[in-house]
């Protein structure tokens, strides 16, 4: 059974980090496009940033000089280093691995995130 199981979201003050982490389990993580997508109240999900398997990465303009992604395939994980946050980075943060050939794509249930004074 595939399953991603988000961490590292809560409540953090404008200009504050937070470092979320997506562990992977059922499937060899090294195969897999890895991303983080966000989802606020009565908005659509949008991408955050992805990786992929041979490391080159993508980020939403919102979050560029901010956000860093990264992944460790020895641990089946992938990380969202998340730097002077805003209000507006308030969501809910899904992690999504994508197989390379589209063989399959999974979701995880999201970690919320809370950016507030």
């Known amino acids: 059974q595939v399953q991603l199981v988000e961490s590292g979201g809560g409540l953090v003050q404008p200009g504050g980090s937070l470092r979320l982490s997506c562990a992977a389990s059922?499937?060899?993580?090294?195969?897999?496009?890895m991303g983080w997508y966000r989802q606020a109240p009565g908005k659509q999900r949008e991408l955050v940033a992805t990786i992929s398997s041979g490391g080159s990465t993508n980020y939403a303009d919102s979050v560029k000089g901010r956000f860093t992604i990264s992944r460790d395939n020895a641990k089946n994980t992938v990380y969202l280093q998340m730097n002077s946050l805003k209000p507006e980075d308030t969501a809910v943060y899904y992690c999504n691995a994508a197989h390379i050939f589209g063989a399959a794509n999974y979701w995880g249930q999201g970690t919320q995130v809370t950016v507030s004074s």
């Open positions: 059922g499937i060899i993580a090294a195969i897999y496009a």
